[in-house]
Every structure is written in structure tokens, then in C-alpha cells.
């Protein structure tokens, strides 16, 4: 097993679902079954990513393997002067890990498909949406450019469009894709801004390269300002794509796609990538930059965890969840807790991918029912879907045993820690009131779908248990949800491989005095600057005293989600299961501020009235503009245009006709004249030219002959 | 007899550019008027590159050559496309004949 | 008088005779045919003056384009079995004076004037590689240009020679 072998495999890995897409869009319809191809590329790409990950991890755990090739050379462009693009993979742990979490997801994804989206009438040009996305998902996940990397990051746009967009005889489908690649057209315009700053500044889109230069003190425009500016600029990105506040309004929308594909893009991976670029620039965040992405993600997590305790709609409680979590592993991402922010990351994509599935997999039993008030008691109707959707709630709980369990508490003792070195108590105060709304509206969800008597009898008669392809992801994915797979100790995650060997907190590479001071690194700081130019980037960072205030954090942080996950459990038991408390007595109690959550704060109708109202209002008021204004301008000048014509209209037929017909009799006679020479012929005329440049040749003799 | 040198080419492609020139304007026939074209071309061409091997100014001569190659490949479409649709209105491809612009 | 000026005056003589067979002979099938032993020639020269690759370029473009372009051209505009192959000339008196008079013009100019001759110096295998790097970098935006003249040229030329739709 060699480097190049593993870099090979994984741009196969790469191009297999593109291969697929370009098969089933061209021969789609032509060959029955023809989605049969995509799923087996995607086995094929799943093999060879465990092959790949098991390689990558087991072998060559603390380098980054990169192939790359020079794209596009040009020397002597105006403006820029040398241009080089390079087009590259880079193969790290991360890249690893995600290689096998998008596969494996799309896989499954793939098979729960085959029955969930059986008889739809663009059956393979679904599959075909299905290819394309997971290419570009993997372009993202590979590339070692920002420009690739931008260039995926809008394939990965383009096909949720298409994806959201599915069914775009509803209306309502077509609206929400189109709302959806609008609002990430926001984020990624500023993305772009921020590639375009450090671009002009490095000349180059290499990840590497450029934090080489940035680790060696050269700072976009001399500047820190800058660098945070482009820090935030990029996270711009990361807020469209992960649906963060405030562009978070695509996202509960988009469910209006088929659910197989929330399941994939909107839950588990493209949604994720938001995150995963926020781990790729991680190195080059200043502090201020990380403050902003530690209250933007909090803001997020708090906003959607209080839309979803109130809503009705399964898929919409799930968004909103989804929405929430992604704040939280952004607000990681800011405070520092790279490693479990990327571990948060991973173990979401499998428990949200399988609560995607599980509900995808109880809409199908219920023929397409997504209202929560319909259902009730599918427990025994549905045992699989019901046991893997318990898993998955469990582990988003953060309940022991879980994989979320794990993670979400080391996020918890992250912002716990961060606070206590840098006194923002706000943030892991908001933190631990949002895991407690989380297993409230998680269980409230589990509750009112599958405990309690069924309030839609005649449907419920009709529901049964998902057929062995739908049920398989199902029982996979919840699976993954327990601990073992990442450590041994359920309690403490930092112990197991994945935190201890796999993902480590690179080395900041920001000057110093404008990171936080747990950033500073143990180390020398030239040696880390050389490792950083060297290529790798795994090396840990935080000093003593983070280590210690991490350590300190981690119990009390531990004890503290469990009891508010435990208290949002039994919160959703006795309002929804034991009928305790009414919840519709409390929601009238509370007047006004369930219907703010219900109504997801009113940030839709207040972008109605801002930005959409605004735009329309302002072309209101240019056509007003327009009409009276300028209309009348031109009506003005054409009227007075008029009167000076007639003045002009006397003058033209007295004096300045008799001039033109005196011209005219001139030129008529001269034409008489030289009429002579006009032969029509052309080669009189070349005969004239010969003999007039011989002449003027005579006369002004240039060569002094 | 003195070396061959710069000289002998320019008065090589000066005595083609003639021959071009009594070409176009002598015959009668369209394409035998391009084909004065074609020479006057060649001569220029001749200049380029040997002003280009004599006047020390590195290849940008005969990459003015090659560009004039292209453009009389695409000035022999054009004008063969030209005499062809000529033809067909007048029946005739002799230039003396076709003296609409008289008029 | 050494190979090289024996080269030079056999390809000068080759092209100067066939260039005046081409605007001379009466019938337009031997002009063109000599125009092909002008275009040889003229190629011959580009070798003698390093320039090989302009050399191949001539004889592909002109040789292999161009002239049998014209050579459709006759023979789509003559009617072969006809007599009237041979074409008939103008004002040769005209011309004669004019051409020989620019002739001598010129040749007073080139001979008269004082080159600060220099021997470029070129690559000592081949021109191409060089020619190829300077072309796509100091004249890429020409080249580019260049491109988009022949698609143009191609498109005009189709249309201005395609049958006429009738009017309908």
C-alpha cells in the first residue's frame, strides 16, 4: 500500500459517481433499470473508500498525501502578471473519515431509494441527481484548493437545486429550490470575496501554500484586519451552505425535496460541508473571526431548537434540528473544539441520516402524511423503523452509550472551557438550554409519531413495516450511533482512536496576539511554522492551560447535559406520553410566545417585508420615477423639441436647401467629370493606386533614394 | 559575386510583388486575379522572415509570416466563396465584365 | 560562391520563373499549376532562412489548401469542355509600365538602403518549439483572435457560397 496507490483509488473514488451521472443522463431511459448502475458505482466507491480509510489511518496516520497538477500556466497576463492554478487532492484524516461518511450515506441513501422513489415517473434521472451530488460532495471532501473547492461547492448547490426542486410540478417544490440557491447565492458571494482576498494577495488557491505564506508573517494586505476579514468572508460560505443564521431559511424549506434526499444532502453531508470548510481554514482564523463563528453558531442552534419545539411537520422538526446541530458544531468550530466540532460532524451525519430515513421510511407507511397530529402508535406497526429512529433520538439527546453522546458533550465542555478562559459565559449557557430543548422537541417528536393511540385510524390501518431495502440503512445507520466505534470508554471520548489517533486540532497559524491565547502552541513557534509548510497540519495546539480547563470542564460538563437531557426527556414524557401537562393549555399560556416559535419567529415574513418588500418597493419607485420623471422630461423636450423644428423647418427650406441644391448642382458637375475614371472595373483602380504610390513615393522619397 | 544576404531576398520578393501586381491587373479572369493575390502575399511573407533572420529581432517575424499564412487561408475561402456566388449571378467570372458599380 | 548561394539562386529562379509563367500563360490550368512551383520555391527560401517551420507551413497551408482551393475554384467557375478555359488579359501596356516602374522602385529602395544586417540567432534544432512558446504567450490574445477570423471566415464563406434558398 503505497501513497500514490491511495491517492489513485480515491480520485476513482472521486469520479465513479460522475461516471454514473453521465450514464444515466445520457442512456437513462434507454436502458430499464438503469439505476442499478449508479448504486453499484457507488458500492464500488464505498469499497474503495473503506479501502482508502482503513489505508490513510492505519498506515500513514500522521502525513497528508497530495497529488497535485498544474491546470491552468500563464506568464505575462495583464494586471496579474504569472498565473498558476493548481487542480489537486490532498488525502488527511479528515478527508478520510469524510470520504467513508459521504459514501457510505450515499449508498444507503441509494438503496433505501430503490423502493421509497419506485414508480416515479424521472425515476433515473433521480439517480442520476444522486451521482452528481455525491461527486461534488467529494470534490469538496478531496480537493486541496479553495478554487476546486469553490468550484464543488457550487456543483454541490446546483444539485440540491435540482434535487429540492425534484418534483417541480408543486409549486411549492419549485419555490423552495429556487429560495434555497438564491440564499446560498448570498453566502457564496461573500466566500468568493474572501477567496478573491487571499488570492490576490498569495496569487495562489493552494491551501497549503497559503497558510506556508500567512505562517510566515505575510498577512493579506499587511494587515490582521484583513486576515479576519477573510476568515469571515469564507465562513460567509459555510453560512449559506450549513443554514446558519441568519441565511437559515433555505434549509426547512428545502424538505420539500423527497426525503431520501434530505436524508443525504440536507442532514447528512452537503449541509456538514459548511462545517467541514470552517475545519479546512481553520488554521488561518484570528480571533475575532472565531468569536463571530462561536455566536453565530450559537445564535443558529438557539433560534432553530426553539422553531422545532413547536413545530407539526415531522421533516420540519427534523430541520429545524438539523439547523440546530449545525450550530452547534459551528459554535465548536469558533470556540476552539476543532476535534469534537469534526467528531460532532460525523456522528450527526449517521444518527440524522437515519432519522431522515426512519421518518422518510414512516411517510411511506402512512402514504405520504407528514402532519406529527395524524400519526401516533406506529410503534407496533413499524418495530425496525421504530428502534433505529429510538437510537438515533437517543444519541441526539446526548444519552450515554451514544455516539452524540460523546460528542455533544465535548462540544459542551468546549464552550465550557472557552468561557472560562475567556469569560463569554453566554455561549455555554445557550448551549446546555439548547441540548435541553433538543431532547424535549426529539422525544416530543418520538412520542406523538409512534407511542399513544393512533389519531388517524384509517391510516394507521394501512402503515406497516418498510420492505428489507428501506429497513437495511435503517438498521445501519442506528448502528453507527453507539459508541464503540469511535472509543472504548463511553464516557470519555478523548481516550478512544478517533479523538486520540485520527483528528487532531491543527496548529493556529495566526501571529500571535490576534488568536486566543489557549491557541498558543506548545511548541516552538517556528517549528510549527515549519511544520505548517511542510504540509501538515496535525499537530497540537492548545497550551497546559486549555488542556487543563478542558479537563476541568469535561465532568461538571458531562453531569450538567445529562441531567438537562434527562429533564428534557421527561419533559416530552409527561406533556405528550402521561398527558401531565396540557400542552395546549401551555401553549395558550403562553400566547405569544408559541406562536413566535411556531411561526419560526417571523424571519420569512420579516425578509418578506425587508428585503423582498424592499426590493419591490424600490422598483415601485423607480417605475414611479420612470414614468412621471422621466416620461415627463421626454415629453417636455419633445414638445419643445418640436416648436424649435418648425422655427428650424423655415430656415431648412430657404437657405440651407438652396445651399444643398446648389452642392448638389457642383458635385453633379464634377461627377461628370470624373465619371471618366469610374470604370467599375477593378483593376483600373489598382492601376490608379500603383501609379499614385509610385508618385507619392517620388514626392516624399522615405528611404532617401 | 557577393554572399547571398538580405538583399537577395528583398529583391526576390520585390520582383514577386510586382509579378503580382501586373497579375491582378492584367487578367481577366477572378481567380486568376486571386492568385495575384496569393503572390503579392508571399512576397510580404518572404520579407517578414528575412528581416526576421537579418534584423535580429528573435522570431516575431515568422510568427507575422505564420499569422499571414492564416489570413490568406481564410481571404482564399472567402474570395473563392465570393467568385463562386459571382458566377452564379452573372454567369460570368471575368472582372471586366462585372461593372455594376457604373452605375 | 558557395552551397548555399547555389541553393538560393536554383529556389530564387525556381519561384521568380514560375511566378511569371503564373500571371503569363494564357490558359488558367497552367497558371495554376506553375503557382504551385512558386509556392515550392518560396518555401525552399524559408529553409534557406532558418525558418523550417514556416517553410512546412507553407507548403501545407498553400500548397495543400490554398491551391487546390483555387483549383476548385476554376474548375466551378469554367466549363471544362469549353474552349473558354483560356482567359483574356487588359491594359497590358498600362501595366507593364506600372509594374516594371514599382519593380524598379522598390529594388532601388531595398538595394540602396543600409540594413544593419545581423544574423538572428535562432534554435539549433528546430524553430517550432520556439515559435509555439511565443505564440501562446507575447501573441495569445492574436492567436485567439486568429481563431475566431477563421470560424468567422468558415461561416461567411458557406453562407456566401450555398445554394439561394427560393424565395418562398
Same mark, same amino acid.
Given at each position: 500500500?503505497?501513497?500514490?496507490?491511495?491517492?489513485?483509488?480515491?480520485?476513482?473514488?472521486?469520479?465513479?459517481?460522475?461516471?454514473?451521472?453521465?450514464?444515466?443522463?445520457?442512456? /437513462?431511459?434507454?436502458?430499464?433499470?438503469?439505476?442499478?448502475?449508479?448504486?453499484?458505482?457507488?458500492?464500488?466507491?464505498?469499497?474503495?473508500?473503506?479501502?482508502?480509510?482503513?489505508?490513510?489511518?492505519?498506515?500513514?496516520?500522521?502525513?497528508?498525501?497530495?497529488?497535485?497538477?498544474?491546470?491552468?500556466?500563464?506568464?505575462?497576463?495583464?494586471?496579474?502578471?504569472?498565473?498558476?492554478?493548481?487542480?489537486?487532492?490532498?488525502?488527511?484524516?479528515?478527508? #478520510?473519515?469524510?470520504?467513508?461518511?459521504?459514501?457510505?450515506?450515499?449508498?444507503?441513501?441509494?438503496?433505501?431509494?430503490?423502493?421509497?422513489?419506485?414508480?416515479?415517473?424521472?425515476?433515473?434521472?433521480?439517480?442520476?441527481?444522486?451521482?452528481?451530488?455525491?461527486?461534488?460532495?467529494?470534490?469538496?471532501?478531496?480537493?486541496?484548493?479553495?478554487?476546486?473547492? =469553490?468550484? #464543488?461547492?457550487?456543483?454541490?448547490?446546483?444539485?440540491?437545486?435540482?434535487?429540492?426542486?425534484?418534483?417541480?410540478?408543486?409549486? *411549492?417544490?419549485?419555490?423552495?429550490?429556487?429560495?434555497?440557491?438564491?440564499?446560498?447565492?448570498?453566502?457564496?458571494?461573500?466566500?468568493?470575496?474572501?477567496?478573491?482576498?487571499?488570492?490576490?494577495?498569495?496569487?495562489?488557491?493552494?491551501?497549503?501554500?497559503? +497558510?506556508?505564506?500567512?505562517?510566515?508573517?505575510?498577512?493579506?494586505?499587511?494587515?490582521?484586519?484583513?486576515?479576519?476579514?477573510?476568515?469571515?468572508?469564507?465562513?460567509?460560505?459555510?453560512?449559506?451552505?450549513?443554514?446558519?443564521?441568519?441565511?437559515?431559511?433555505?434549509?426547512?424549506?428545502?424538505?420539500? /425535496?423527497?426525503?431520501?434526499?434530505?436524508?443525504?444532502?440536507?442532514?447528512?453531508?452537503?449541509?456538514?460541508?459548511?462545517? =467541514?470548510?470552517?475545519?479546512?481554514?481553520?488554521?488561518?482564523?484570528?480571533?475575532?473571526?472565531?468569536?463571530?463563528?462561536?455566536?453565530?453558531?450559537?445564535?443558529? !442552534?438557539?433560534?432553530?431548537?426553539?422553531?422545532?419545539?413547536?413545530?407539526?411537520?415531522?421533516?420540519? %422538526?427534523?430541520?429545524?434540528?438539523?439547523?440546530?446541530?449545525?450550530?452547534?458544531?459551528?459554535?465548536?468550530?469558533? %470556540?476552539?473544539?476543532?476535534?469534537?466540532?469534526?467528531?460532532?460532524?460525523?456522528?450527526?451525519?449517521?444518527?440524522?441520516?437515519?432519522?431522515?430515513?426512519?421518518? /422518510?421510511?414512516?411517510?411511506?407507511?402512512?402514504?405520504?402524511?407528514?402532519?406529527?397530529?395524524?400519526?401516533g402508535g406506529l410503534r407496533k406497526k413499524m418495530p425496525i423503523t421504530y428502534?433505529?429512529?429510538?437510537?438515533?433520538?437517543?444519541?441526539?439527546?446526548?444519552?450515554?452509550?451514544?455516539?452524540?453522546?460523546?460528542?455533544?458533550?465535548?462540544?459542551?465542555?468546549?464552550?465550557?472551557?472557552?468561557?472560562?478562559?475567556?469569560?463569554?459565559?453566554?455561549?455555554?449557557?445557550? #448551549?446546555?438550554?439548547?441540548?435541553?430543548?433538543?431532547?424535549?422537541?426529539?422525544?416530543?417528536?418520538?412520542?406523538?409519531?409512534f407511542h399513544g393511540t393512533p389519531?388517524?385510524?384509517?391510516?394507521h390501518?394501512?402503515a406497516h413495516e418498510?420492505?428489507?431495502?428501506?429497513?437495511?440503512?435503517?438498521?445501519?445507520?442506528?448502528?453507527?450511533?453507539?459508541?464503540?466505534? =469511535?472509543?472504548?470508554?463511553?464516557?470519555?471520548?478523548?481516550?478512544?482512536?478517533?479523538?486520540?489517533?485520527?483528528?487532531?486540532?491543527?496548529? !493556529?497559524? %495566526?501571529?500571535?496576539?490576534?488568536?486566543?491565547?489557549?491557541?498558543?502552541?506548545?511548541?516552538?513557534?517556528?517549528?510549527?511554522?515549519?511544520?505548517?509548510?511542510?504540509?501538515?497540519?496535525?499537530? %497540537?495546539?492548545?497550551?497546559?492551560? +486549555?488542556?487543563?480547563?478542558?479537563?476541568?470542564?469535561?465532568?461538571?460538563?458531562?453531569?450538567?447535559?445529562?441531567?438537562?437531557?434527562?429533564?428534557?426527556?421527561?419533559?416530552?414524557?409527561?406533556?405528550?406520553?402521561?398527558?401531565?401537562?396540557?400542552?395546549?393549555?401551555?401553549?395558550?399560556?403562553?400566547?405569544?410566545?408559541?406562536?413566535?416559535?411556531?411561526?419560526?419567529? +417571523?424571519?420569512?415574513?420579516? =425578509?418578506?417585508?425587508?428585503?423582498?418588500? /424592499?426590493?419591490?418597493?424600490?422598483?415601485?419607485?423607480?417605475?414611479?420615477?420612470?414614468?412621471?420623471?422621466?416620461?415627463?422630461?421626454?415629453?417636455?423636450? #419633445?414638445?419643445?423639441?418640436?416648436?424649435?423644428?418648425?422655427?428650424?423647418?423655415?430656415?431648412?427650406?430657404?437657405?440651407?436647401?438652396?445651399?444643398?441644391?446648389?452642392?448638389?448642382?457642383?458635385?453633379?458637375?464634377?461627377?461628370?467629370?470624373?465619371?471618366?475614371?469610374?470604370?467599375?472595373?477593378?483593376?483600373?483602380?489598382?492601376?490608379?493606386?500603383?501609379? *499614385?504610390?509610385?508618385?507619392?513615393?517620388?514626392?516624399?522619397?522615405?528611404?532617401?533614394? | 559575386?557577393?554572399?547571398?544576404?538580405?538583399?537577395? @531576398?528583398?529583391?526576390?520578393?520585390?520582383?514577386?510583388?510586382?509579378?503580382?501586381?501586373?497579375?491582378?491587373?492584367?487578367?481577366?479572369?477572378?481567380?486568376?486575379?486571386?492568385?495575384?493575390?496569393?503572390?503579392?502575399?508571399?512576397?510580404?511573407?518572404?520579407? @517578414?522572415?528575412?528581416?526576421?533572420?537579418?534584423?535580429? @529581432?528573435?522570431?516575431?517575424?515568422?510568427?507575422?509570416?505564420?499569422?499571414?499564412?492564416?489570413?490568406?487561408?481564410?481571404?482564399?475561402?472567402?474570395?473563392?466563396?465570393?467568385?463562386?456566388?459571382?458566377?452564379?449571378? @452573372?454567369?460570368?467570372?471575368?472582372?471586366?465584365?462585372?461593372?455594376?458599380?457604373?452605375? | 560562391?558557395?552551397?548555399?548561394?547555389?541553393?538560393?539562386?536554383?529556389?530564387?529562379?525556381?519561384?521568380?520563373?514560375?511566378?511569371?509563367?503564373?500571371?503569363?500563360?494564357?490558359?488558367?490550368?497552367?497558371?495554376?499549376?506553375?503557382?504551385?512551383?512558386?509556392?515550392?520555391?518560396?518555401?525552399?527560401?524559408?529553409?534557406?532562412?532558418?525558418?523550417?517551420?514556416?517553410?512546412?507551413?507553407?507548403?501545407?497551408?498553400?500548397?495543400?489548401?490554398?491551391?487546390?482551393?483555387?483549383?476548385?475554384?476554376?474548375?466551378?467557375?469554367?466549363?471544362?469542355?469549353?474552349?473558354?478555359?483560356?482567359?483574356?488579359?487588359?491594359?497590358?501596356?498600362?501595366?507593364?509600365?506600372?509594374?516594371?516602374?514599382?519593380?524598379?522602385?522598390?529594388?532601388?529602395?531595398?538595394?540602396?538602403?543600409?540594413?544593419?544586417?545581423?544574423?538572428?540567432?535562432?534554435?539549433?534544432?528546430?524553430?517550432?518549439?520556439?515559435?509555439?512558446?511565443?505564440?501562446?504567450?507575447?501573441?495569445?490574445?492574436?492567436?485567439?483572435?486568429?481563431?475566431?477570423?477563421?470560424?468567422?471566415?468558415?461561416?461567411?464563406?458557406?453562407?456566401?457560397?450555398?445554394?439561394?434558398?427560393?424565395?418562398?
Open positions: 500500500m503505497t501513497e500514490a496507490l491511495l491517492l489513485n483509488i480515491s480520485l476513482v473514488i472521486l469520479l465513479l459517481p460522475l461516471l454514473g451521472f453521465t450514464t444515466l443522463i445520457l442512456l /437513462g431511459k434507454k436502458i430499464p433499470g438503469s439505476h442499478w448502475i449508479e448504486t453499484f458505482f457507488m458500492f464500488l466507491a464505498l469499497c474503495l473508500s473503506v479501502y482508502v480509510g482503513f489505508g490513510k489511518l492505519a498506515f500513514f496516520t500522521g502525513v497528508s498525501l497530495v497529488k497535485e497538477a498544474t491546470w491552468i500556466q500563464l506568464w505575462n497576463i495583464p494586471v496579474l502578471g504569472n498565473l498558476q492554478i493548481d487542480l489537486g487532492i490532498k488525502i488527511d484524516n479528515l478527508t #478520510a473519515i469524510m470520504l467513508f461518511v459521504v459514501t457510505l450515506i450515499s449508498f444507503l441513501v441509494h438503496i433505501f431509494s430503490l423502493e421509497y422513489m419506485k414508480g416515479d415517473s424521472r425515476f433515473s434521472r433521480y439517480y442520476a441527481y444522486l451521482g452528481i451530488f455525491t461527486f461534488s460532495m467529494l470534490g469538496i471532501v478531496l480537493t486541496h484548493n479553495i478554487l476546486m473547492m =469553490y468550484i #464543488a461547492w457550487e456543483l454541490v448547490g446546483i444539485s440540491s437545486y435540482l434535487l429540492i426542486g425534484f418534483w417541480f410540478e408543486k409549486k *411549492s417544490a419549485s419555490d423552495a429550490s429556487k429560495k434555497a440557491f438564491l440564499v446560498n447565492r448570498v453566502g457564496d458571494t461573500g466566500m468568493f470575496i474572501g477567496i478573491m482576498i487571499l488570492f490576490t494577495n498569495y496569487h495562489t488557491f493552494t491551501f497549503d501554500t497559503i +497558510y506556508a505564506q500567512i505562517a510566515q508573517g505575510h498577512l493579506p494586505f499587511n494587515s490582521p484586519a484583513w486576515l479576519t476579514a477573510a476568515g469571515i468572508m469564507i465562513f460567509m460560505g459555510a453560512v449559506g451552505k450549513s443554514a446558519q443564521f441568519p441565511l437559515h431559511v433555505w434549509l426547512p424549506d428545502a424538505m420539500e /425535496g423527497p426525503t431520501p434526499v434530505s436524508a443525504l444532502i440536507h442532514a447528512a453531508t452537503m449541509v456538514a460541508a459548511g462545517v =467541514y470548510l470552517i475545519a479546512r481554514v481553520f488554521v488561518m482564523l484570528t480571533a475575532d473571526a472565531m468569536l463571530t463563528i462561536a455566536i453565530v453558531g450559537m445564535v443558529t !442552534s438557539f433560534i432553530a431548537a426553539t422553531i422545532a419545539l413547536t413545530q407539526n411537520d415531522i421533516k420540519k %422538526v427534523l430541520a429545524y434540528s438539523t439547523v440546530s446541530q449545525l450550530g452547534y458544531m459551528v459554535m465548536a468550530m469558533g %470556540v476552539g473544539a476543532y476535534q469534537y466540532a469534526f467528531f460532532h460532524l460525523v456522528t450527526h451525519a449517521f444518527f440524522k441520516a437515519c432519522l431522515f430515513l426512519g421518518s /422518510g421510511s414512516v411517510i411511506y407507511a402512512m402514504h405520504h402524511e407528514q402532519d406529527l397530529r395524524k400519526m428502534a433505529a429512529f429510538l437510537i438515533s433520538t437517543l444519541a441526539i439527546s446526548g444519552v450515554p452509550f451514544t455516539s452524540g453522546f460523546l460528542s455533544k458533550d465535548g462540544i459542551l465542555a468546549g464552550t465550557y472551557a472557552f468561557a472560562s478562559l475567556t469569560g463569554h459565559w453566554m455561549i455555554p449557557a445557550v #448551549a446546555f438550554l439548547v441540548a435541553l430543548m433538543t431532547a424535549f422537541y426529539m422525544f416530543r417528536l418520538v412520542i406523538l409519531t389519531r388517524d385510524q384509517e391510516r390501518d394501512h418498510s420492505p428489507f431495502v428501506m429497513a437495511m440503512p435503517l438498521v445501519v445507520l442506528s448502528v453507527l450511533s453507539v459508541f464503540f466505534w =469511535y472509543g472504548l470508554n463511553p464516557a470519555n471520548p478523548s481516550t478512544g482512536w478517533f479523538l486520540d489517533k485520527w483528528v487532531k486540532t491543527p496548529t !493556529s497559524i %495566526v501571529p500571535q496576539g490576534q488568536r486566543f491565547d489557549f491557541m498558543k502552541s506548545e511548541v516552538k513557534e517556528t517549528a510549527s511554522a515549519e511544520k505548517t509548510a511542510a504540509g501538515s497540519t496535525e499537530a %497540537v495546539v492548545h497550551s497546559e492551560h +486549555y488542556m487543563h480547563a478542558m479537563h476541568q470542564a469535561h465532568y461538571p460538563a458531562m453531569g450538567l447535559s445529562i441531567i438537562l437531557g434527562g429533564l428534557g426527556i421527561l419533559l416530552a414524557f409527561s406533556m405528550y406520553q402521561w398527558k401531565k401537562i396540557d400542552p395546549d393549555k401551555l401553549a395558550e399560556k403562553l400566547g405569544p410566545i408559541y406562536r413566535f416559535s411556531l411561526n419560526k419567529w +417571523y424571519i420569512d415574513e420579516l =425578509y418578506g417585508a425587508t428585503f423582498i418588500g /424592499g426590493a419591490l418597493a424600490l422598483s415601485r419607485l423607480l417605475a414611479w420615477f420612470d414614468k412621471y420623471v422621466v416620461d415627463g422630461l421626454v415629453n417636455g423636450a #419633445a414638445s419643445l423639441t418640436r416648436g424649435v423644428s418648425k422655427l428650424g423647418g423655415l430656415f431648412d427650406t430657404y437657405v440651407v436647401d438652396g445651399l444643398v441644391n446648389f452642392t448638389a448642382y457642383l458635385s453633379g458637375f464634377i461627377g461628370i467629370f470624373f465619371r471618366k475614371f469610374q470604370t467599375g472595373k477593378v483593376q483600373t483602380y489598382v492601376v490608379f493606386v500603383i501609379f *499614385s504610390v509610385i508618385i507619392l513615393l517620388f514626392i516624399f522619397r522615405p528611404f532617401g533614394f | 559575386m557577393v554572399q547571398v544576404g538580405l538583399t537577395h @531576398f528583398l529583391v526576390i520578393s520585390a520582383i514577386l510583388f510586382s509579378l503580382g501586381i501586373f497579375g491582378i491587373v492584367t487578367r481577366k479572369n477572378a481567380v486568376m486575379v486571386l492568385m495575384g493575390l496569393e503572390l503579392i502575399l508571399n512576397s510580404a511573407n518572404i520579407n @517578414f522572415v528575412a528581416f526576421s533572420r537579418y534584423g535580429n @529581432f528573435g522570431l516575431n517575424g515568422q510568427v507575422v509570416a505564420l499569422f499571414v499564412i492564416v489570413l490568406a487561408a481564410a481571404e482564399a475561402a472567402i474570395a473563392l466563396a465570393i467568385v463562386l456566388n459571382i458566377y452564379k449571378t @452573372f454567369a460570368t467570372v471575368n472582372v471586366d465584365e462585372i461593372d455594376k458599380l457604373k452605375e | 560562391m558557395n552551397i548555399y548561394d547555389i541553393v538560393f539562386y536554383l529556389f530564387a529562379a525556381i519561384t521568380l520563373a514560375s511566378a511569371f509563367v503564373v500571371v503569363t500563360a494564357r490558359n488558367i490550368i497552367y497558371s495554376a499549376f506553375s503557382l504551385l512551383f512558386t509556392f515550392f520555391g518560396i518555401a525552399g527560401l524559408y529553409v534557406l532562412l532558418g525558418a523550417d517551420f514556416i517553410a512546412v507551413v507553407q507548403l501545407m497551408v498553400y500548397v495543400g489548401g490554398i491551391l487546390v482551393l483555387i483549383l476548385f475554384g476554376v474548375m466551378l467557375t469554367n466549363k471544362i469542355t469549353s474552349v473558354q478555359i483560356k482567359t483574356g488579359t487588359l491594359q497590358v501596356i498600362p501595366a507593364i509600365l506600372g509594374t516594371a516602374l514599382m519593380a524598379g522602385v522598390l529594388i532601388k529602395i531595398f538595394t540602396g538602403t543600409n540594413w544593419h544586417s545581423q544574423m538572428a540567432q535562432y534554435p539549433t534544432k528546430t524553430t517550432a518549439y520556439a515559435l509555439g512558446h511565443i505564440l501562446l504567450t507575447d501573441y495569445v490574445l492574436i492567436f485567439e483572435l486568429l481563431g475566431i477570423l477563421l470560424l468567422i471566415a468558415l461561416i461567411g464563406a458557406a453562407t456566401i457560397a450555398r445554394k439561394e434558398e427560393k424565395a418562398s
